[in-house]
Nanobody, 123 residues
Framework: HVQLVESGGGSVQAGGSLRLSCAAS????????LAWFRQAPGKEREGVAA?????????FYADSVRGRFTISLDKSKKMMYLQMNSLKPEDTGMYYC????????????????WGQGTQVTVS
């Protein structure tokens, strides 16, 4: 049974930072993509960052967050994190963690497993 539970959301002023956490039951498994997606009100869900549990753990970022956000993995704790710096109002939205087998980067339709989300508001 796949479990994904997000935490760490909140309200922050523009320019500030937040760290999101995702308790991911598959984080210590091999060949799993773990990713963060977000959805702003009235907009489609979009990919933010993804990481692979096998190999050097290469990460993939959306252009809109590259250089500001960092995704990381702690396999021993079965946790995934998203460090968000230099936050902008357009980063506001519900943030979801998701998982799938194989390296799927941010191909949203390839992710069958989803958490409930955590809200991030940047003003």
């Amino acid at each position: 049974h796949v479990q994904l539970v997000e935490s760490g959301g909140g309200s922050v002023q523009a320019g500030g930072s937040l760290r999101l956490s995702c308790a991911a039951s598959q984080a210590s498994d091999s060949h799993i993509s773990l990713a963060w997606f977000r959805q702003a009100p009235g907009k489609e869900r979009e990919g933010v960052a993804a990481i692979y549990t096998t190999g050097p753990g290469g990460a993939f970022y959306a252009d809109s967050v590259r250089g500001r956000f960092t995704i990381s993995l702690d396999k021993s704790k079965k946790m995934m994190y998203l460090q968000m710096n230099s936050l902008k109002p357009e980063d506001t939205g519900m943030y979801y963690c998701a998982s799938t087998r194989g390296w799927r980067r941010l191909l949203i339709n390839e992710y069958p497993n989803w958490g409930q989300g955590t809200q991030v508001t940047v003003s």
